[in-house]
């Protein structure tokens, strides 16, 4: 990991890399240095209900150093981009370090966000039934073209949003955001950081890592889960989390269902190196190892 020594001691901070990457660690460190404290911009961190398969800090760093936006909404509860902006709102008074791998928050923290209106419970319910029934690709090719050529067209929740929008609406999601208002945080005004690391070395400390994980309790927090757990959630999107359930259900063997944990793993981090490789190109670049 790179030094912090070139790391401004004033201005907000920003880390974006995708998972397993080391960018909470780097985070730890530069608000131990400036005191700051650490806020969460990981869209499945935010889930009280998992802290294991999330990679949440632990709550031996919760306690050393000051986090914020982390474990805090229930599984069953409404959370999007824009609630996550209404709060982050609220820390950008003091030192912050903001840390996450979700490329969403950070755009709409540095470029602005649309006020998108709200999208009804029956569309939602439409939506989940027809991803269940016909698989996400049916809401994918009803998408407009521009949305479509903005989404990120293998993640399912990112599609389904587009097409709820659409839906609700008669607007696509991207018509919706060229609307976009005044960003909180303008990119000039922040010390912008992404994680860039080779994809050997960051698979090899993907599967690591989950092996930590299940070592340190995942499977008694997915058994925990189980009861609640709504894979069409987006709190039950958590990375590994259907692999595990599929165990307790007695459909795999638990090494076939680590084995398949550790592939969406590194499917998922190869989608966040893409976003942050189109997206993120002004921002300042941190080469791993």
């Known amino acids: 990991m790179a030094g912090i020594a070139g790391i401004s001691r004033e201005a907000p901070v920003l880390i974006a890399g995708p998972t397993a990457s080391g960018k909470s660690a780097l985070a730890m460190e530069i608000a131990a240095r400036d005191g700051r404290v650490v806020v969460n911009a990981d869209a499945l961190q935010v889930y009280g209900c998992w802290r294991l398969l999330t990679a949440r800090p632990s709550r031996e760093d919760e306690t050393a150093l000051p986090h914020a936006l982390y474990g805090h909404v229930g599984r069953d509860q409404p959370y999007s981009v824009g609630h996550w902006l209404r709060e982050v709102a609220g820390w950008l008074d003091r030192p912050v370090v903001i840390v996450g791998g979700t490329g969403l928050y950070f755009s709409a923290l540095t470029?602005?966000?649309?006020?998108?209106?709200?999208?009804?419970?029956?569309?939602?319910?439409?939506?989940?039934?027809?991803?269940q029934t016909e698989g996400f690709g049916a809401l994918r090719d009803e998408l407009d073209p521009a949305t479509a050529a903005k989404t990120d067209l293998a993640n399912p929740a990112r599609v389904q949003r587009a097409w709820e929008v659409l839906r609700a609406t008669g607007r696509g999601l991207a018509d919706w955001q060229?609307?976009?208002?005044?960003?909180?945080?303008?990119?000039?005004?922040?010390?912008?950081?992404?994680?860039?690391?080779?994809?050997?070395?960051?698979?090899?400390?993907?599967?690591?890592?989950?092996?930590?994980?299940?070592?340190?309790?995942?499977?008694?927090?997915?058994?925990?889960?189980?009861?609640?757990?709504?894979?069409?959630?987006?709190?039950?999107?958590?990375?590994?989390?259907?692999?595990?359930?599929?165990?307790?259900?007695?459909?795999?063997?638990?090494?076939?269902?680590?084995?398949a944990a550790k592939i969406a793993s590194r499917q998922y981090a190869k989608r966040q190196r893409t976003w942050f490789r189109s997206r993120m190109k002004a921002w300042r670049e941190v080469t791993l190892p």
């Open 178 to 259: 060229a609307e976009g208002g005044a960003p909180l945080l303008p990119l000039h005004r922040a010390e912008a950081l992404v994680l860039r690391p080779d994809a050997g070395w960051l698979n090899d400390r993907i599967d690591r890592r989950f092996d930590a994980m299940m070592a340190a309790g995942a499977l008694d927090e997915a058994r925990a889960e189980r009861p609640h757990w709504n894979p069409s959630a987006a709190a039950g999107r958590a990375i590994g989390a259907p692999e595990l359930m599929a165990f307790l259900a007695g459909e795999v063997t638990l090494d076939a269902a680590v084995a």
């Open 111 to 131: 470029e602005g966000l649309a006020e998108v209106p709200p999208v009804p419970p029956g569309v939602r319910a439409e939506a989940d039934r027809r991803r």
